[in-house]
């Protein structure tokens, strides 16, 4: 499966039905009057949040949805049926947008949360609605309403309680993995990572949901590598894992660079709560250790934690730490989220 965070779609309501002309025709009645019915309502266009979706890939193979039309008035005073809507299935955390990407229609964080983004037209009056004390056989009826027509956007904010950040081939992928039932690519190259990840992990009998992001470096919020375009996936994280490679020359270095790419991108990722952790402990001798430890901890002004997913070396406190600061933000409010992780 392939991860989509973002689709344009083409939406139309159903129009209403239209209204009816008739009299009633029996026998022995003289005059029967008007009996025309009034058409019925058009289909709305619904958006709602379902469990089990982690990708708005549906979306890439069919953009063009119709409600239905409601049905036209008939005699006897009969009305029309309403037209059926049509709900578009998306996953949680999903964001409605105008045709302009800038004006916010919806923000789906619940599940079975539904919005109704373009409503139906309503059915037309028939004949026996304009029946007054002077027209007693009224002719006319009134058309339906049509449909409204306009071009959306989705966009997924993935919802995790933690946001693993850092350089390429920082070790996010392979803590991911080590904490987690998620398989993520893991190789010695840069950019493994093409696309955001979740996992679930579990510490001290309690699960929450972290998103692997791919790396940034310099340059990224201007487009440079694969840019900050999945940086969004961390705004609704409660507190980001920013992971340091200790095999780098320069650990306090590597940190701010990507202190400066979130600070470029702005929406209050430089202000959330940070947990800074120097990977790959087990590749760096205990002198090393200590001259990455101190760099580090003198660019960030905090004491880092040390670890190594390999060996499992310090993954347990990092994982406390994380659900410390996670409880301290306020898990009671916490977005219900999907506890399967995702896999392309």
Known sequence: MKFLDEAKVYIQSGAGGNGCVAFRREKFIEFGGPSGGDGGRGGDVVIE???????LIDYRYQQHFKAKRGGNGMGKDRHGAGGADIVLKVPLGTQVYEEDG???LADLTALGQRVVISEGGNGGFGNARFKSSTNRTPRNANPGQPGEERIIRL??????????VGLPNAGKSTFLAAVSAARPKIADYPFTTLHPQLGVFEVDGREFV????PGLIEGAHEGTGLGDRFLGHTERCRVLLHLIDGTVEDA???????????EAYGHGLADKP???ALSKADALTPE????QTALLKKAAKKTPLVLSSASGQGVADVLRALLKTIDQAGAEDRPQVAEAAWQP
């Open 102 to 104: 800038e004006t916010q």
């Open 210 to 213: 972290m998103a692997d992001l």
């Open 49 to 55: 949040a379902v469990n089990g979706l982690n990708t």
């Open 288 to 291: 090393v250790l200590k001259a």
């Open 252 to 262: 306090g270095a590597a940190y701010k660079t990507v202190r400066g790419e979130l």
């Open 155 to 164: 966009r997924l904010k993935l919802i995790a309680d933690a946001g693993i």
């Open 274 to 276: 940070e947990i800074v």
